[in-house]
């Protein structure tokens, strides 16, 4: 399985949430950890990383610019298969 960090500061506040990939559409695990509400949207809700692992770093860029926070994304090893295999 694959393990993804995705981490998002601003100031005074941080929060990372991990996924774990069994296969690349969707993720099977997923882990918050820190201060979520700072980085809620505009419109209050929270921001929510689930994708495919393909457009993971399109989907974390959107979700991190409307809250204004800034993110990294970490592979943390292992592999995960795609659908056809």
Known sequence: ???????????????????????TDWP?????AGNRKPFA?????????LSSLDTLPRVVEFQ???CGAEYTIED???????WEE
């Open 76 to 82: 943390l090893g292992g592999e995960a298969v795609t």
């Open 28 to 32: 099977r695990e997923t882990t918050w």
């Open 41 to 49: 949207t505009v419109a209050g809700k929270p921001l929510n990383f």
């Open 1 to 23: 399985m694959k393990t993804i960090r995705i981490t998002l500061t601003k100031e005074g506040a941080q929060a990372s949430v991990t996924h774990i990939f069994r296969s």
């Open 64 to 66: 991190a610019a409307l």
